[in-house]
């Protein structure tokens, strides 16, 4: 199998106008990055994650083979590992403007 899903040009295009955000809980953060890791491995796409470390206080892209579709099988995946306001996806528009 050469992939497993396949997107067209418009959608990786609409999918690239975004950022996802995911803040770590403070504790067992490497047990959840892991599971948050796993989630994202289930829904490639194209959209930046982007990982907020509460303990160090800073935000950490994750490699772009982890980039996701962040459809709603990503996000509701997402919620069960963290809070659903742990979880932003944010258009990238807003940022320029």
Do not use: W
């Amino acid at each position: 199998m050469i992939a497993e899903s396949c997107l067209s040009l418009p959608e990786i295009e609409k999918q690239a106008e975004h950022t996802l955000y995911v803040k770590l809980p403070e504790d067992e953060q490497g047990q959840v990055l892991r599971r948050v890791k796993q989630v994202l491995r289930q829904s490639p796409g194209a959209v930046t994650v982007l990982i907020y470390d509460g303990q160090q206080g800073r935000a950490f892209q994750l490699e772009n083979s982890l980039k996701t579709d962040a459809g709603d099988t990503c996000m509701r995946g997402l919620e069960k590992v963290v809070s659903k306001e742990s979880i932003i996806l944010k258009s990238n528009k807003d940022a320029a403007d």
